[in-house]
């Protein structure tokens, strides 16, 4: 126990050597497992088990825990954690950064502290970037685990079934995307009952790439939305107006800070074009975002760089992956407005129903914990937001990899051709290539020339993302030469030689023939034997040769993006080498490099002569900087405005939880209804004097709480006594009460209990959407509270409190309308068919089940509108929206029934509210004398 109170008080130098004390005990304890039989060594899963429950803790067994799983890993897959991973498993358990180079089996780590996690039995998530790699994860790990006696969950993107999904989170061990499980936490909290939610807590978790997808993507939001009015007309007509629109003349453009400012001649021009006379007038004002969205789509957005056109689609590519972001789209209509640009379908826009950021989404859990290959630039970061501390892990044998200077030119052609000359000098020999680009644009100029040179190479960008693993994973093949896209294929192993189960699914897959079919295990091994010896033939011929030659042909904004492709060669200490080739037409040179490097290259060198100096990397560098710190800035003002959001998030996810859990909710009922009344007289009867009271308006609005009788002489009584505001107060509750007691004598407590329920869950779920469209609009407009020397962050909070504490009012004051007026009938369960229909669906029936007078069952239900969001829609974006609002990855509400809408209420429904039996002029049913249309049909 003192071994581990060092490792947890060790400071940030020392972790380190404090987890690597534990090794010597781990490799201690290994001799007595190895002995074990397979069964005993299964057997330790229910010890470990027992021992938890009699009050161990989790640090008490780890290092019987580790050995075991240590063992069960050679004896499964054939491969035994060597003793660095056992430090960056460790880093892990005590939840921290486990930093360890590309190639030293992070993959293999995970299994380490997921194993020890999981024997709580409250649930581990293992995160990753991609489908493949979670799928690929939870079979390949999946199978120690099971022969450890653990459940394996896989919770990917597909049609939403809640009884499926419920079945992969309920399993020991859980792994998925990102995104996955933090829209399933936000479709969680949208659910009509507890039996649609899916998820059972955040305990732990361990995010495999955690740089990529806890800085990367941490600007991206995880949105829920619903189609609203299709506007594309108008998307068209200002792309057309926008390709009229001189740069410089109408608008100006700042790249650097992906802005776009409309100068006076341009919105003369916008007016002329839409036949109007002022474009700011009020009922214009969404003319002004159109004209926005169109200039920025027009000049921010290019293709082939930010997205590609595919089947008639524009498809986002995301900037640090080089993968195709399927199923998100840019926010605020920017999507469309490239859309529209291209000429291609444009689709609707989309109303928020849920939101949350990916960093407020991981830092639910309990002990969060990650590993990379790159995470020390990001330290403090890591530090900030999430609690995290990085622990360097050594690797376990030296790098061997020689990084060369990076040469630069003046233009890019001629850095193109050099690369080209580079790659043709190398394939002469064989040694393996790997090409690094930042867009896609850059990857196919490449790819040309290439095909012009007539030297053979395979092409990973994101139009080839289904296939990225299968290439990524040949490309230490003698005499191949593969080009990526910012290393698209991270997590995929290049071994020098090839790998042999790669070569063995290609060919099953040409065949036809599922892999992962434990039917066709026996015919995969035999693959995979046969192309063992030639792998490792070649193997090292590539050693003799160098090793992998990894060419990057421009810097990426982010050093770590860099070290990512570097890291792909020199793995456990195999040879390797790497260079990166720069022009001034670089696009991070061009916007951010100092003026210094074009002095030199002016005045010094010719065209095609390369300079290569430590100035130049300075240069470089700091322009790394600059960007890094201008996207650290980024995240850090979403994560500021998120903040408030979070706040309220929570309020209404408790809420919706206490309602779903079936709380009690008559005294707050009662509570709801004082305050009502409170608030109505303190807005007719202000003072002492009652002959200056509104005593018609009070009563009027009071009948929209319930039908009450009461008279103005009944407020004031006879004359007798002085009559104050909380006289009147009392008189109204004490009647209002009355009335609900009469209601739930009627109905019967029970039956009174579940139509609370629903009415208090329907509205909140209704006035919660409206509020996050209200403060979309706040946030839009808030940064323009600086121009009057306001911070914008200070307003958004204090602006956006204030929405919410009336929006939870309006609500409450909602729910006593409703609770008072709504009308429950009965019906025979043998003859509601409707109702049986709805259990047998698989939703819980919304209703309660109870017994009348007659002792007939009945079913209690509630009839609310919902809106119908039509098929179930997938969009958002990848943060490369303006830096004030960045977009979002946004997806549609999904189930078996996707066009009654998010929260359709069960067929079978034998409540109804009393206006839907009223016509337009009718009297109102509140008893306030006027008609429907002038009262609550307003």
């Given amino acids: ?33 190895e002995v074990l039989s397979d069964d005993q060594l299964r057997a330790r899963t229910a010890d470990f088990r027992s021992q938890l429950d009699r009050g161990a803790e989790l640090n008490d067994i780890l290092i019987d825990a580790f050995a075991v799983s240590r063992e069960a890993a050679r004896r499964v897959i054939g491969q035994r954690h060597y003793d660095v991973q056992l430090i960056g498993g460790a880093a892990l358990h005590f939840g921290w950064v486990s930093e360890m180079r590309t190639g030293e089996g992070k993959t293999l780590v995970s299994t380490l502290p997921v194993y020890l996690n999981a024997l709580s039995g409250k649930g581990v998530h293992v995160v990753t970037v991609n489908d493949y790699l979670a799928a690929r994860d939870a079979e390949w790990m999946g199978r120690i685990h099971r022969f450890l006696g653990l459940d394996i969950g896989l919770v990917v ?51 495999d790439e955690v740089d990529s997808i806890l800085i990367d993507e941490a600007r991206t939001p995880l949105i829920i939305s619903g189609r609203v009015a299709d506007a594309a007309k108008l998307y068209q007509q200002f792309a057309r107006i926008a390709a009229t629109m001189v740069r410089d003349v109408d608008y100006e453009v700042e790249e650097d800070k992906r802005n776009v400012a409309v100068l ?11 036949g109007i006379d002022n474009l700011y007038d009020e009922v214009s004002a ?36 080089g993968r195709i972001l399927e199923g998100r789209r840019w926010s605020e209509g920017l999507h469309q407005a490239v859309e529209a640009k ?33 995470a020390a630039t990001e330290a403090a970061e890591f530090a900030s937001t999430y609690g995290l501390d990085v622990v360097p892990v050594p690797t376990h044998l030296p790098v061997a990899r020689a990084d060369h200077g990076d040469l630069i030119y003046k233009t890019e052609f001629v850095k193109l051709e050099s690369v080209v000359d580079d790659i043709s000098e190398r394939t002469r020999t064989g040694q393996p290539i790997l090409v690094g680009t930042v867009t896609v644009e850059n990857s196919e100029k490449l790819a040309a020339a290439l095909d012009r040179r007539g030297i053979t190479h395979s092409v990973l960008n994101a139009k080839e993302h289904t296939r990225e693993a299968e290439i990524i994973a040949q490309a230490g093949r003698l005499g191949s030469v593969t080009v990526a896209t910012n290393m698209a294929g991270r997590g995929v192993d290049i071994l020098l030689g090839g790998n042999p189960e790669g070569l063995a699914r290609r060919d099953l897959l040409r065949d036809k023939v599922d892999a992962d079919d434990p039917a066709n295990t026996d015919a995969f091994m035999k693959l995979v034997e046969h192309y063992e010896p030639e792998c490792r033939a070649e193997g090292d011929q590539v050693r003799k040769l160098g090793g992998l030659y990894v060419l990057g042909t421009e810097r990426h904004e982010s050093r770590r993006i860099d070290n990512q492709l570097r890291g792909r060669s020199g793995r456990q200490g195999d040879l390797g080498e790497s260079r990166f080739y720069l022009s001034l037409e670089d696009d991070l040179m061009r916007l951010f490099a100092t003026g210094a490097v074009n002095w030199v290259m002016d005045r010094t060198l010719p065209d095609d002569v390369p300079l290569e100096a430590k100035m130049v990397t300075k240069a470089i560098e700091r322009a790394q900087n600059t960007v890094e710190q201008k996207n650290a800035e980024v995240r850090k003002n979403v994560l500021k405005y998120d903040e408030v959001m979070n706040e309220q998030r929570k309020v209404i996810y408790a809420r919706r939880e206490q309602i779903l859990g079936g709380d009690d909710l008559r005294a707050e009922s009662l509570e ?45 009584g006879d004359g007798s006594r002085d009559w104050s505001p909380a006289d ?29 329920r629903q009415v208090l869950l329907r509205l909140v779920d209704q006035r919660w959407r409206e509020h996050l469209a209200d403060m979309d609009h706040l946030r839009e407009g808030i940064h323009l509270r600086g121009i009057g020397q306001k911070d914008p962050v200070s307003e958004w909070q204090r602006e956006g409190f204030d929405m919410f504490a009336a929006m939870l009012e309006r609500a409450y004051r909602d729910f006593v309308t409703y609770v008072m007026h709504v009308q429950v009938t009965t019906a025979d369960s043998a003859a509601d068919s409707t109702s049986g229909s709805a259990a047998a669906s698989g939703g819980a029936p919304h209703g309660v089940a109870a017994a009348d007078r007659n002792g007939r069952s009945r079913t209690t239900d509630v009839q609310y509108s919902a809106p119908d969001l039509g098929p179930a829609e997938i969009g958002g974006g990848n943060g490369s929206g303006s830096e004030a609002s960045p977009g979002s990855v946004r997806r549609g509400p999904s189930g078996p029934s996707q066009s009654r809408g998010v929260a359709a209420a069960a067929t079978g429904t034998v409540v109804k509210s009393a206006e839907q039996k009223l016509g337009r002029n009718d009297p109102c049913h509140c008893g306030s004398g006027r008609k429907f249309k002038h009262c609550h049909g307003r």
Wanted: charged content about 25%.
């Fill in 728 to 756: 009147v107060t009392e008189l109204l509750c004490a009647d209002g009460v009355a009335r609900y007691e009469a209601r739930e004598a009627e109905v019967g407590p029970t039956a009174m209990r579940e139509v609370e």
């Fill in 1 to 33: 126990m003192a071994l581990f109170q060092r490792v947890l008080r060790a400071g940030e130098g020392k972790k380190l050597k404090a987890l690597e004390a534990l090794v010597p005990e781990i490799n201690a304890v290994e001799p007595s497992v």
């Fill in 286 to 321: 969404n003319l002004v975002h159109q004209m926005n969205a169109a200039l920025r789509a027009k000049e921010l957005y290019g293709r082939d760089r930010d997205y590609v056109v595919s089947h008639g689609e524009v498809k986002i590519v995301d900037v640090f992956t």
């Fill in 342 to 374: 291209e000429g291609v379908r444009i689709k609707e826009e989309n109303q928020t129903l849920a939101t949350i950021t990916l960093q407020n989404y991981f830092r639910l859990y309990d002990k969060l914990a990650g590993m990379t290959g790159t």
């Fill in 157 to 207: 993107p597909s049609a939403y079934d809640s009884e499926h999904k419920r079945r992969q989170y309920g399993a020991d061990i859980t792994y998925g995307t990102n995104n996955e499980f933090g829209f399933d936490y936000l479709r969680d909290n949208m659910a009509p009952t507890r039996r649609a939610q899916v998820q059972r807590g955040h305990n732990y978790c361990i995010v």
């Fill in 264 to 274: 006076e001649p341009g919105i003369s021009k916008v007016e002329g074009a839409l």
């Fill in 672 to 716: 709801y209804l004082r305050d009502a009344t409170a608030a109505a007289v303190a807005d007719h009867c202000a003072g002492d004097v009652v002959r200056e009271w509104d005593l018609d308006g009070l009563l009027a609005t009071i009948r929209t709480y319930w039908p009450s009788e009461l008279t103005a002489e009944e407020l004031t």
